[in-house]
């Protein structure tokens, strides 16, 4: 759901986020009821919370069934938004993904939400139980970008910063996100992507990778086996999306020098990133964690 200092990355690449696209319940309710006089603001609103779960390209029309407002109204807000760069248009003309400022407004909300010294205290508390460095990442196109981190105070250590980027077919949090996508978002993504090696390790070949996400996907946990920098080994895993069904959009990761922590010990690992997982997706769900065990504690794993 993190991110490593590689530069800025090509922001309006259309990389998309979000779930399925569903019915929404209709900004513009029916006669007589109240909600009718919901401000332009609003249904502006409404319209992006559309696009927010919209995971691949969409149409007018499509926009116009999620949200229930008049084809002329979504049009409009359509174009205003395609005009301030919210919003970008695919090459048919036809289809819509979200733009440059949209993307990074929701970079802005994830570093700096009410949330993060929450998280920043799971994260302090993982790195006290395992040792090692850790991370809270999201994806952003095709980069991944660290949300927060953790350093371990062993004097042996990869310095990296909130708001780095790192290439997501390249590190163990981009191709956690990457396996939970279904293969035709994934595809488009990677399509357009070029697999730059970073090591001798990187994944460079589409197929290849392919196979990688199929075995993360089932797993249920990914790693970078040096395949971002040299003697670097990274293991993430998914904090638990917000409802049933939906997608997540941050990952729990540590990073370890192979010196100190080769690959075969990753497993080690999971038990602890996956309470702290748990732990993180309850404070995004605002849920007490009460009851399912913490990033220090005995929970399950």
């Not at 139980?129 to 927060?148: F, K, Q, R």
């Not at 105070?153 to 279904?182: I, N, W, Y």
């Not at 697999?195 to 996400?213: H, K, P, V």
């Amino acid at each position: 759901m993190g991110m490593a200092a590689v530069g800025q990355g090509q922001m309006g690449r259309n990389g998309t986020l979000g779930v399925v696209l569903r019915r929404a319940e209709p900004l513009v309710p029916a006669e007589g009821d109240s909600r009718r006089d919901a401000t332009p603001g609003l249904r502006l609103f409404g319209l992006l919370e559309a696009v927010a779960d919209s995971y691949r390209p969409f149409t007018l029309q499509s926009m116009v069934e999620a949200t229930g407002q008049p084809k002329p109204t979504v049009h409009r807000m359509l174009q205003q938004l395609e005009g301030a760069g919210i919003l970008q248009r695919q090459g048919d003309g036809r289809h819509y993904t979200t733009g440059v400022r949209l993307r990074r407004l929701a970079e802005q909300l994830l570093l700096n939400d009410s949330y993060h010294g929450a998280r920043h205290a799971v994260l302090r508390s993982l790195v006290d139980e395992i040792g090692e460095s850790c991370n809270i990442t999201a994806l952003s196109g095709d980069e991944v970008v660290y949300l927060d981190r953790v350093e371990t105070p062993e004097p042996l250590r990869f310095h990296l910063r909130p708001g780095s980027r790192v290439p997501c077919h390249a590190t163990a949090s981009g191709k956690m996100l990457l396996a939970q996508m279904e293969v035709a978002q994934r595809r488009q993504l990677l399509d357009h992507v070029p697999l730059w090696r970073c090591t001798d390790n990187t994944i460079t070949d589409l197929g290849d990778l392919e196979e990688e996400l199929l075995r993360v996907r089932h797993e249920g946990f990914a790693m970078d086996n040096e395949e971002f920098l040299p003697g670097l080994i990274c293991v993430a895993v998914l904090v638990p999306g917000l409802g049933r069904g939906r997608r997540s959009t941050l990952c729990i990761a540590a990073q370890a020098p192979v010196v100190r922590f080769p690959p075969e010990r990753a497993p080690e690992l999971l038990p602890a990133l996956r309470r702290a997982a748990i732990a993180v997706g309850d404070i995004e769900a605002d849920v007490p964690a009460s009851g399912r065990g913490s990033a220090s504690g005995k929970g399950a794993p």
